[in-house]
T-cell receptor, first 116, second 112 residues
Framework: ETGVTQTPRHLVMGMTNKKSLKCEQH?????MYWYKQSAKKPLELMFV???????ENNSVPSRFSPECPNSSHLFLHLHTLQPEDSALYLC???????????????FGPGTRLTVL | KQEVTQIPAALSVPEGENLVLNCSFT??????LQWFRQDPGKGLTSLLL?????REQTSGRLNASLDKSSGRSTLYIAASQPGDSATYLC???????????FGKGNQVVVIP
């Protein structure tokens, strides 16, 4: 596997379910990100991790719970979601968080989440 | 707060025509600017990264220009093909860190 992978690719869940999204990067990067993409809206940054430490929570509801056990893996735990949480969830990674002309972000294919 | 605007929101062109996609951003203190391609329901594929010291970057039929002082970037796609149909996203990082601010995208349809 190369680049950034995400599983599952599609997920349908009820409002009372608990599920997790997984992201893995094979690029040797230290920073990882969760983004949400809803229809007709720009990508919204949700969480940022750098060297396994959360550096940013962009006012995300507590029903979304991220976990970063190491620099290569990032999870998003979901519980008691709402139908409006249905969206494409994208994971990305970059070398680090430093502002740099070379610091490019690489994205995974995303998980299409539908909350019934 | 960095805000990114992309115009036009959507466009259709006949195959073979050149495409011109525009991106503007409010805070010109940036390190770089990235252009991405997104196919329906899929993730983002990085097309080009322009460093703040560069005025343009080329990859095959793609050419991206950057005018940092005026807060603008343009993506040119030469001799468009039906396979170029996708949404093109422009993104800039906030100064001092790597949080990306995205535009809503340019949705392109190339008609055979």
């Amino acid at each position: 596997e190369t680049g950034v992978t995400q599983t599952p690719r599609h997920l349908v869940m009820g409002m009372t379910n608990k599920k997790s999204l997984k992201c893995e990067q094979h690029l040797g990067h230290n920073a990882m990100y969760w983004y949400k993409q809803s229809a007709k809206k720009p990508l919204e940054l949700m969480f940022v991790y750098n060297f396994k430490e959360q550096t940013e929570n962009n006012s995300v509801p507590s029903r979304f719970s991220p976990e970063c056990p190491n620099s290569s893996h990032l999870f998003l735990h979901l519980h008691t979601l709402q139908p409006e949480d249905s969206a494409l969830y994208l994971c990305a990674s970059s070398q680090d968080l430093g502002g740099s002309i070379y610091n490019e972000q690489f994205f995974g294919p995303g998980t299409r989440l539908t909350v019934l | 707060k960095q805000e990114v605007t992309q115009i036009p929101a959507a466009l259709s062109v006949p195959e073979g025509e050149n495409l011109v996609l525009n991106c503007s951003f409010t805070d010109s203190a940036i390190y770089n600017l990235q252009w991405f391609r997104q196919d329906p329901g899929k993730g983002l594929t990085s097309l080009l990264l322009i460093q703040s010291s560069q005025r343009e970057q080329t990859s095959g039929r793609l050419n991206a220009s950057l005018d940092k002082s005026s807060g603008r970037s343009t993506l040119y796609i030469a001799a468009s093909q039906p396979g170029d149909s996708a949404t093109y996203l422009c993104a800039v990082p906030a100064y001092g860190n790597n949080r990306l601010a995205f535009g809503k995208g340019n949705q392109v349809v190339v008609i055979p």
